[in-house]
Every structure is written in C-alpha cells, then in structure tokens.
C-alpha cells in the first residue's frame, strides 16, 4: 500500500483531457512539501515531468501541468497523443517516515 | 550532457550482496545528491535511500534499512548501492536518481536488473 494514492489507470481519447490525482496525507503533501510526477514509458527509466508541483523542466509540452491543494495534486494532460500512453508517478517526501515517497503509479491508456 | 551510467545487469543467489555503481558526468558532481530507486517487475517504484553530495550523509528505507549501504567516491564521481542479504523479493530494476530525499529526481541512470534466483 503506497503512502500517496493514485488511481491505477485512467485512458482518454487523442485530444482529450486528463487529469491523474495523487491523495496523501498531512505528514506529506498537506505538510507542503513539493510533489513531483514522472513518465515511465515502458522498459525506460522514468523521466520528470513536473517538479515543484507545477512546473516544467525544459523540454516537456506545456499539454502536461500540474497542481496541488491540501492534502493532494494532480497531473493534467491536454490534447492527448498516442506517444503519451505510459505509467505516471507522483512522488513526495513524508516527514513522518523520513522518507521519499511514491505513488503506486497509472497506467494511461490512449484509446 | 548530465549523465547516470550504471553498471550491468547481475544475478546473484539468496543470501548473498549485490553492488551497483553509478557513475556521473556532464555536471559538477558535488552539488547533487544522488537517491536509489528499485522497480520490481511489474511493479510501481520505491524509493531506497538518499546520500549527499559530499558523502557525509545517508538515509534509508526502512524496508531495508540494515541491509542496504550507500556509497560515493568523489574522485571518480560515482555513486554505489550494496544490499545485502538478497531475497527473491529484490529482484528489481535499480536505478540511480540526482537528487535527494525531499526533492525531485531530474535525472536517471539506465538502470541495472538484480535477479535474486536459486
């Protein structure tokens, strides 16, 4: 059972909209510590997407954004392409534990 | 160009230790802090432990905490995971992240399959 939740799988058609939630917990994400998402395409390592809640490292579309409030955050990707079906990762870090955490990832399909 | 090369796949038997390298390029490697990260197959990722850029600290999961050491050589800029005391349930892919435990991770090695097999 992972600290931060995320739904196991979302899909959407090309050109749709997404959004992927990740839920903690006041020891992580309400504490304010930064959540951060990652895309895993399949046999790769993962690669940054969103750091710092909302922003892009050079090099990722301005179609994928992220948020946060309270206790959770969520990833969004506008116009959906076939090259975006991959695993999907939050990731923060839990005070309570001492540790970084993930969650246990979302496999988006494109339909 | 920032990059995290990692050392080979490895097969090891139960009970026995593993070490993994990762070695740095393309950036100053004392200001980066380097995490491990493992994937099981088919599996999300967890995170394992954390050391600083100069060395001098560590942290580690608990999950594995007394079985896991992370090292750095700073002279050669490489980074090492050795966990010991192998169980099936550490077959994984192992990866090398630049970053620490409360930040994000921009970087990764290739990553290195451990299969932990009789």
């Known amino acids: 059972q992972s600290v931060l939740t995320q739904p196991p799988s979302v899909s959407g058609a090309p050109g749709q909209r997404v959004t992927i939630s990740c839920t903690g917990s006041?020891?992580?994400?309400?504490?304010?510590?930064?959540v951060n998402w990652y895309q895993q395409l399949p046999g790769t390592a993962p690669k940054l997407l969103i750091y710092?809640?909302?922003n892009r490292p050079s090099g990722v579309p301005d179609r994928f954004s992220g948020s946060k409030s309270g206790t959770s955050a969520s990833l969004a990707i506008t116009g959906l392409r076939a090259e975006d079906e991959a695993d999907y990762y939050c990731?923060?870090?839990?005070?309570?534990?001492?540790?970084?955490?993930f969650g246990g990832g979302t496999k988006l399909t494109v339909l | 160009q920032v990059q995290l090369v990692q050392s080979g796949a490895e097969v090891k038997k139960p009970g026995a230790s593993v070490k993994v390298s990762c070695k740095a390029s393309?950036?100053?490697?004392?200001?980066?802090?380097i995490s491990w990260v493992r994937q099981a197959p088919g599996q999300g990722l967890e995170w394992m432990g954390w050391?600083?850029?100069?060395?001098?600290?560590?942290n580690y999961a608990r999950k594995v905490q007394g079985r896991v050491t992370i090292t750095t050589d700073t002279s050669t800029s490489a980074a090492y995971m050795e966990l010991r005391s192998l169980t099936s349930d550490d077959t994984a892919v192992y990866y090398c992240?630049?970053?620490?435990?409360?930040?994000?991770?921009?970087?990764w090695g290739q990553g290195a399959l451990v299969t932990v097999s009789s």
């Open positions: 393309g950036y100053t490697y004392t200001t980066y802090d």
């Open positions: 990731q923060s870090y839990d005070s309570s534990l001492s540790e970084s955490v």
């Open positions: 992240a630049r970053g620490g435990a409360t930040s994000g991770y921009d970087y």
């Open positions: 006041s020891s992580n994400i309400g504490a304010g510590y930064d």
């Open positions: 710092g809640n909302s």
């Open positions: 050391i600083s850029a100069s060395g001098r600290n560590t």
